[in-house]
């Protein structure tokens, strides 16, 4: 299996100020069709999870331009240019290149 | 807006079985992968099972291989997931959620197994 792992795994911010968060996977997520399926998800406190970027950096229907994602092969990140209060919760990586479908443990985000 | 609405969570006994239900409205079920993604009390997401549109494929999460069922029925826009032989680290919120990358997501129902 593909084990995805997540850095920092609690990072609190300044409104205002940018956050980052690394994922990094145990074998490449390239995919034999040439697609790299890794994704980001935000669940806030009591929600569902919802998906941010899909594919390292495609935005999601709807997701604010502020929240970008970056990487190749096994590196990735998730940058929030300006952590507003809505932003607070837990962040995952996830990638759907191979079964099983893997999550990394999530990083949670709080306003310092 | 594309719904998800899961139900058939519950308290059942170790060894027990439940059978989760998903009913989708607002985009062409038919088209799209679904999964069943889990989530632990207070832990992370955990990926259980997927099937594709049409049904022929379906993988699933070791742990519960050969006790979990994933299924559909593209005429009632319902997503199934039978659980027997339930074990107490089953006890989770269950997901459902649209796609092999998934999208959008229900709000989950709460399986607890316990004695």
């Known amino acids: 299996d593909i084990v995805m792992t997540q850095t920092p795994l609690s990072s609190p911010v300044t409104l205002g100020q940018p956050a980052s968060i690394s994922c990094r996977s145990s074998?490449?997520?390239?995919?034999?069709?040439?697609?790299?399926?890794l994704s980001w998800l935000q669940q806030r406190p009591g929600q569902p999870p919802r998906l941010l970027i899909y594919?390292?950096?495609n935005r999601f229907s709807g997701v604010p331009d502020r929240f970008s994602g970056s990487g190749a092969g096994t590196d990735f990140t998730l940058k929030i240019s300006r952590v507003e209060a809505e932003d607070v919760g837990v962040y995952y990586c996830?990638?759907?290149?191979?079964?099983?479908?893997?999550f990394g443990q999530g990083t949670k985000v709080e306003i310092k | 807006e594309v719904q998800l609405v899961e139900s058939g969570g519950g308290l059942v006994q170790p060894g027990g079985s439940l059978r989760l239900s998903c009913v989708a409205s607002?985009?062409?079920?038919?088209?799209?992968?679904m999964s069943w993604v889990r989530q632990a009390p207070g832990k992370g997401l955990e990926w259980v099972a997927n099937?594709?549109?049409?049904?022929?494929?379906?993988h699933y999460v070791d742990s519960v291989e050969g006790r979990f069922t994933i299924s559909r029925d593209n005429a009632k826009n319902a997503l199934y997931l039978q659980m027997n032989s339930l074990r107490t680290e089953d006890t989770a919120v269950y997901f459902c959620?649209?796609?092999?990358?998934?999208?959008?997501w229900g709000q989950g129902t709460l399986v607890t197994v316990s004695s």
């Open positions: 959620a649209r796609g092999d990358n998934p999208n959008y």
């Open positions: 607002e985009f062409t079920f038919s088209r799209y992968w």
């Open positions: 099937i594709k549109e049409d049904g022929s494929e379906k």
């Open positions: 074998q490449s997520l390239v995919h034999r069709d040439g697609n790299t399926y």
């Open positions: 594919k390292i950096s």
């Open positions: 996830m990638q759907a290149t191979q079964f099983p479908r893997t």
